[in-house]
């Protein structure tokens, strides 16, 4: 079984600010991890996702991830906030096999850009 | 290339109705899931299918069946509708071991 937790319901951050969700999980096998972003009213869209190899992995838009295997983090970051990422972000897990058995998300982060 | 495609967008519906909703996967996908977002419970599996058979099912009560045809379009129906069915329902495509490709969802309001 898997699960992930996202560290605050709420993030607020200046523009131009580094950016930081934080994502743990807890997986019994190797874990498929990603990253998801929601725009009001819309689906979700992928944003970086980690398989296998490289630990960190870049995604769209500026955003990054870590995968961390020791601390079972999969942390997000962008250098620098815009106001256009003010959105609700969602990571997620899969018991590898990319998700043939279904991914279970976090509670999700809604990020806050200030002007 | 089209993305998934949900059909309806929104829709209104009476407690104890039935109601059915559709998904068209992006072209050459066969595996389509199928997930329910609510402000309490989050994002949620339900059924994922692969070549028209049910591979997985999440914990949700049997009044929730899906289904999906050769051509790898995909339905699901909820009947005797209750109030706490009021969800997003979002649909997933993905080809083979890859990542999930999203529909912008279909809004059911109970009523």
């Known amino acids: 079984a898997q699960s992930v937790t996202q560290l605050g319901s709420h993030v607020s951050v200046s523009e131009g600010a580094l950016v930081l969700l934080r994502c743990n999980y807890s997986s019994s096998v190797p874990p498929y991890l990603f990253w998801y972003v929601q725009y009001p009213n819309q689906g979700l869209q992928l944003l970086l996702k980690?398989?296998?190899?490289?630990?960190l992995v870049k995604g769209i838009n500026g955003f990054e991830a870590e995968f961390k295997k020791s601390e079972t983090s999969f942390h997000l970051t962008k250098p620098s906030a815009h106001m256009s990422d003010a959105a609700e972000y969602f990571c997620a897990v899969s018991a590898g096999r990319g998700g043939a058995d279904g991914l279970t998300f976090g509670k999700g982060t809604h990020l806050i850009i200030q002007p | 290339k089209a993305g998934v495609t949900q059909t309806p967008r929104y829709l209104i519906k009476t407690r104890g109705q039935q109601v059915t909703l559709s998904c068209s996967p992006i072209s050459g996908h066969r595996s389509v899931s199928w997930y329910q977002q609510t402000p309490g419970q989050g994002l949620q599996f339900l059924f994922e299918y692969f070549s028209e058979t049910q591979r997985n099912k999440g914990n949700f009560p049997g009044r929730f069946s899906g289904r999906q045809f050769s051509n790898s379009r995909s339905e699901m129906n909820v009947s005797t509708l209750e109030l706490g069915d009021s969800a997003l329902y979002l649909c997933?495509?993905?080809?083979?071991?890859?990542?999930?490709?999203f529909g912008q969802g279909t809004r059911l309001t109970v009523v």
């Open positions: 980690y398989t296998t190899g490289a630990t």
């Open positions: 997933a495509s993905r080809a083979g071991e890859t990542e999930a490709f």
